[in-house]
């Protein structure tokens, strides 16, 4: 077999082992983020944005295009050529704006690009955000699934057992009935929880920036461990590093700027211009010259007052919104912060509390149930008791880690270290 053949052949064999179900790999909530970072559509977007503001900087400092002109003397007779022309005189003119207006437009241009940037950190966060509670939900509704699949199996054997008794005259055909119902309503949710959990897969593709029929398993297990933090501290590393309140401080610098600019128009422009100049019938025939011109503003008082005031009235405004931006931060970590503190309080009552109790008593009405002591009805309600409880505890769960990520939002930077 020559050596093109086993090339092709290693390829195939590649292509497939990547593309098959069967060889999927799993992706953690990392490699999810960081997976994000170089496919999500906005993130690309935001990209793009701020390349476009660094590629601005040539237009903010590049003078107006050059004038070449030509000048010509003297109808030369018919069917003359145009050499007989008396003087020609041809050259150049660039006007130029006062020096500083480049300076600020180039300013301007810096500050654009630092507000893409933050743009894109903003985007990045909420991605963050959402990426990390679509994992969650996956993990959780997988987990889900599992807790269901178990009481399936469980009530299936509750189902021989109360066929054993009804045969053995210890119990009635009721008994049997009620079962197999439970039975078929536990299927049923099962069902359910495998839709959801498809639908929240998909989900998780979209933020990835993978298509609907790529495969995708996720590698990962649902930890509770709280993190103590003080609002007060929260609160300061948001309005130190929030990417929200960067946009709007660069935003409120850009309307200085442009306020500048609007004053920079009752300066005087000038103009530079070179020419050659030749003559016929003189000695010397060529000569050069030029000249410098000023745009006297006179009129620009009258003119350029009114953008000036509104560009003071934009900078008042800009202000404004870096208060307003302050302030909605503020109460978005005080909610977001609360939220917290709450979910926390309901994991750590289901982990104390409530997990340990209904297993005791599903423990008691099972052993009860074999001894006879108790009827199905009873063992029905006690797992019924702790399917809710351990759904309950999921449920928890999933709030307490969304309420995280929703924290990690609002504070604008990454909080809680993942794997």
């Not at 003119?93 to 480049?102: D, I, K, L, R, V």
């Not at 903003?122 to 679509?134: A, G, Q, Y």
């Not at 501290?233 to 929030?242: E, F, I, V």
């Amino acid at each position: 077999m020559n050596k093109a053949l086993m090339g092709l052949l290693f390829s195939l064999i590649a292509i497939f082992v990547f593309f098959s179900p069967c060889f999927a790999q799993k992706i953690t909530l990392k490699q999810a983020i960081d997976e994000a970072v170089f496919h999500n559509p906005k993130l690309l977007k935001a990209d793009q944005e701020i390349r476009s503001a660094q590629a601005g900087i040539w237009e903010a400092v590049t003078p107006s295009n050059p004038e070449f002109f030509t000048e010509l003397e003297e109808i030369p007779a018919k069917n003359r050529s145009i050499s007989d022309y008396g003087e020609k005189r041809y050259g150049f003119t660039q006007a130029f704006e006062f020096p500083m207006a480049y300076y600020y437009r180039k300013k301007w241009n810096n500050l654009r690009e630092n507000q893409t940037r933050s743009d894109y950190y903003v985007i990045k966060n909420d991605t963050i955000s959402e990426i990390k509670v679509s994992f969650y939900r996956v993990l959780i509704l997988e987990n889900k699934r599992n807790i269901h699949e178990e009481i399936y199996k469980l009530t299936n054997q509750l189902y021989h057992k109360a066929l054993i008794r009804v045969e053995a005259g210890d119990t009635a055909p009721y008994d049997t009935l009620r079962v197999k119902l439970d039975l078929a309503e536990v299927g049923n949710t099962l069902l359910t929880f495998e839709s959801e959990y498809e639908t929240a897969l998909y989900e998780l593709k979209m933020l990835l920036g993978r298509k609907k029929q790529d495969t995708l398993e996720i590698d990962g297990e649902i930890v509770f461990s709280p993190v103590p933090m003080k609002l007060e501290t929260l609160k300061q590393t948001a309005m130190d590093n929030h990417p929200l309140l960067r946009t709007a401080l660069s935003h409120a610098k850009q309307k200085e700027i442009e306020k500048k600019l609007s004053w920079i128009g009752l300066v005087p422009n000038f103009e530079l211009r070179y020419f050659r100049q030749e003559f016929r019938d003189s000695s010397p025939a060529k000569a050069w010259g030029g000249e410098i011109g000023l745009s006297v503003p006179f009129w620009s008082y009258f003119k350029e007052r009114g953008e000036i005031k509104s560009a003071s009235y934009n900078l008042n405004a800009a202000r404004w919104h870096i208060e307003e931006e302050k302030r909605n931060v503020l109460l978005d970590i005080e909610n977001a912060y609360s939220d917290v503190v709450v979910a926390e309080k309901h994991v750590t009552n289901y982990q104390n509390n409530i997990l340990r109790e209904v297993q005791e008593l599903v423990r008691i009405a099972s052993r009860s149930y074999e001894e006879g002591e108790m009827g199905y009805l009873e063992v029905a309600e006690a797992y019924r008791t702790m399917n809710k409880a351990n759904a309950g505890y999921y449920d928890a769960l999933f709030t307490y880690l969304s309420a995280q990520a929703h924290l990690e939002k609002a504070v604008g930077i990454t909080l809680f270290d993942v794997e």
